[in-house]
């Protein structure tokens, strides 16, 4: 299994913007960013499969933009208009099972080789 390291997380205040970054993008699979805060269920944010159709949870959509940028080989996540509700360790993962759908379901058992994660952090 490829390592996924994920990065670009921080502090900033509400309204703010970040961009988080995972290496490398595995064109090949569908990868999806999670986000888990303390206390609450993992939960799928925003994916993207092999022929780059995309799906976001509804509570990011029209904040979050996921992309691969293949220049770097990355899959990032472009997060505007943060809130505190955005706190949470960030993860990027590949796809391990199921097709299409379960992409676009973005359910935590269906994927793995989860990277370490990044931290981002919403004051009000």
């Known amino acids: 299994q490829v390592q996924l390291v994920e990065s670009g997380g921080g502090s900033v205040q509400a309204g703010g913007s970040l961009r988080l970054s995972c290496a490398p993008s595995?064109?090949?699979?569908?990868m999806a960013w999670f986000r888990q805060a303390p206390g609450k269920e993992r939960e799928g944010v925003a994916s993207?499969?092999?022929?780059?159709?995309?799906t976001y949870s509804d509570s990011v959509k029209g904040r979050f933009t996921i992309s691969k940028d293949n220049t770097k080989n990355t899959l990032d996540l472009q997060m505007d208009r943060l809130a505190p509700e955005d706190t949470a360790m960030y993860y990027c993962?590949?796809?391990?099972?199921?097709?299409?759908?379960?992409?676009?379901?973005?359910?935590?058992?269906?994927?793995?080789?989860w990277g370490q994660g990044t931290q981002v952090t919403v004051s009000a």
């Open positions: 595995l064109s090949t699979y569908c």
């Open positions: 993207i499969n092999s022929v780059d159709i995309i």
């Open positions: 993962a590949t796809q391990e099972r199921g097709g299409w759908h379960a992409c676009s379901q973005m359910k935590g058992g269906d994927f793995g080789n």
